[in-house]
Structure formats: structure tokens, C-alpha cells
């Protein structure tokens, strides 16, 4: 008999608590502690990728992380992307570029790919075809989800540029 574990996280912008077995991986925390079950569990060897999460901020696969590891992270799931009516420009992606094929490795590849554009905000298709080895797509529709990828990393550097812009100060103006 394992002694329960407190453990303290922030998902999704909520703090949360729970007692849970120590032994338990994030992926099962996520899922049937929290009922976020956008995370999905594909192979329960880590090489799928279904389960990708953001932990502070970096792409983890979260079939390989026990909870216990992520007390005091905070963590995004796909349920803290974006919303219906306000999508996360990868999510915006998926949509205009038909990157959404069954849906079920979609969560862990939006995840993945999130975590890419936090590192490398502008990828090469290469990059973005390197970044995609860790998730399986069975629809192999990686042309459509890397097409959407792109677009995300194009919208998200309008969104920047528009940003600077509004933000820079005309010469002459400043002093």
C-alpha cells in the first residue's frame, strides 16, 4: 500500500490540490482526477505523443511524468489553448488548414507544436516536420497539420509585428 501524496499544480490558470498515489502518472491525474480529458493516451509507451502537455511552458509527454513530479508546475492542457470563439492561433491553423483529421492525436500535436512556437517562433517546414516525430498521426495527414503549423507561426508573427507597432514610440516623440 502506497502513503497518498499532497500535490499542488496550477493547470490551466487554476490552482489545484489533490491527494493522489504517488505512483500516478500526470496523464491519469489529468484525465480522471481533474476530468480534463482533452489529453488523450494513445500508446502508454511515449511514443505516440496524444498525451502532450505544456509544464512550464516546455512539451512534456505526460505518459512519462508521474504527478507527484509536477507539484508547484503549472500546466497547460489542450482545454487551456484557447476558446470557441477566441482560438489559439494553432488552433486557428488546424481550422483553416484541414490539419484536424480523426481528432484523437490532435491534442498531444496542438501541444507539441505550442511548444515548438515557444522556442521557434518562425520554423522551417523541415523544423516543423522534425518537431512532429515525437506525435503519430494514423491519418498520416502531416502535410495538412505541418500547412497549419506554418500559418499558426505567420499569424503569430502578425500578432507580434502588430504589437511592436502599437507599442514603438515615433522619433521625436519620446523625448
Known sequence: MYRRCNISVTV?????????EPRMLLVHFLRETL????THIGCDTSQCGACTVLVNGEAVKSCTMLAVQADGSR????????????????????????????????????MAMVGLLRE????TEAEVREALEGVICRCTGYQFIVD????????????????AESHSVPIGEGE
Request: charged residues 15%.
Open 12 to 20: 490551466n490558470d487554476v490552482e489545484r490540490q489533490a491527494e493522489i
Open 35 to 38: 476530468n480534463l480529458t482533452g
Open 75 to 110: 500546466i497547460t492542457t489542450v482545454e487551456g489553448l484557447g476558446e470557441p470563439k477566441r482560438l489559439h492561433p494553432i488552433q486557428q491553423g488546424f481550422w483553416e488548414k484541414h490539419g484536424l483529421q480523426c481528432g484523437f492525436c490532435t491534442p498531444g500535436v496542438l
Open 120 to 123: 521557434n517562433a518562425s520554423p
Open 148 to 163: 497549419a503549423v506554418m500559418y499558426a507561426a505567420s499569424e503569430m508573427a502578425k500578432t507580434a509585428h502588430a504589437v
